[in-house]
T-cell receptor, first 115, second 116 residues
């Protein structure tokens, strides 16, 4: 079984400031971890994923995330926020492949970027 | 190529009516997933298909919910005797190979269902 907790349903940053969106997971097997972004009235788009190997993962639009097994975390960061980053962000975990690869999502974090 | 498409984009129905939601996956994708997103909540897994069979229906909330997939392509999610708590955005996703754990799921834009 697996679960995801996203701390902070709403995060507000100034344009140009650091973005930090928190995600903690629970998984009975080595996890595969994902971050998705959802813009208004659109489907989810994959930002980045961790499977195995390098723990610092770079994604699209300047985002990156670091897998920390000791902390069971996979926080999403971006050094400098842009207005276009305003969206909802979802962290997800996938268990073992025998489960059909379904994703278990967190409740999401709405990111607001202010001038 | 085209992405995952869903229809209708919006559906308003009266309590007690049946609704059908359609998903057209990316051509060639063998796996298809349905998720539900209720207001203020994360996505809940409903059901997934490998080809035309559905090995995992564990997320379907009740027997009012059913889904089918034909021709390893289009899928339909049917909700019978809709209730107000069924109001949500229903998202469909497809992926190339369900056996590959790192396989990316591509999401459609969703169908927003409102039950009055």
């Amino acid at each position: 079984a697996q679960s995801v907790t996203q701390l902070g349903s709403h995060v507000s940053v100034s344009e140009g400031a650091l973005v930090l969106l928190r995600c903690n997971y629970s998984s009975s097997v080595p996890p595969y971890l994902f971050w998705y972004v959802q813009y208004p009235n659109q489907g989810l788009q994959l930002l980045l994923k961790y499977t195995t190997g390098a723990t610092l993962v770079k994604g699209i639009n300047g985002f990156e995330a670091e897998f920390k097994k000791s902390e069971t975390s996979f926080h999403l960061t971006k050094p400098s926020a842009h207005m276009s980053d305003a969206a909802e962000y979802f962290c997800a975990v996938r268990g073992q492949a025998g489960g059909g690869n379904k994703l278990t999502f967190g409740t999401g974090t709405q990111l607001k970027v202010e001038l | 190529g085209a992405g995952v498409s869903q229809s209708p984009s919006n559906k308003v129905t009266e309590k007690g009516k049946d609704v059908e939601l359609r998903c057209d996956p990316i051509s060639g994708h063998t796996a298809l997933y349905w998720y539900r997103q209720r207001l203020g909540q994360g996505l809940e897994f409903l059901i997934y298909f490998q080809g035309n069979s559905a090995p995992d229906k564990s997320g379907l909330p009740s027997d009012r919910f059913s889904a089918e997939r034909t021709g390893e392509s289009v899928s339909t999610l049917t909700i019978q005797r809709t209730q107000q708590e069924d109001s949500a955005v229903y998202l469909c996703a497809s992926s190339l190979n369900w056996l590959v754990r790192a396989d990316e799921q591509f999401f459609g834009p969703g169908t927003r269902l409102t039950v009055l």
